[in-house]
């Protein structure tokens, strides 16, 4: 197990369901990556994020899929894109990335209480 965490601290961060609504290939990134354009509600909006999952997932597969993502997270330039956004993954037995994935279709913006 990792360092433990204060309740406070778990508290602190911000993880969101939004519905991916943009996928491009992110040719510039150092390991093969998308660049993703994820709607977040009327709340928060639309955000950008680089996430290296090409490995289990097509660009087709992706659009229209909700996701869950850290959104308070400061912006974080990756190349010549800013990233605004980290969309959450386990590694599988050879560290390619499976996205984190709800149960049941859930609202924009949907907080994880």
Known sequence: MEDLISWGDFEKVDLRVGTVIE???FLK?????????IDFGETIGILKSSAQITHHYSKEQL?????VAVVNFPKK????FMSECLVTGFADEDGNIVLTAVERLLPNGAKLM
Do not use: F, M, T
Request: a positive charge.
């Open 23 to 25: 996928v491009a290939d």
């Open 29 to 37: 990134a150092r390991k093969p990556a998308y660049q993703l354009r």
């Open 63 to 67: 659009v229209g899929r909700q996701v």
């Open 77 to 80: 330039q990756i190349a010549d």
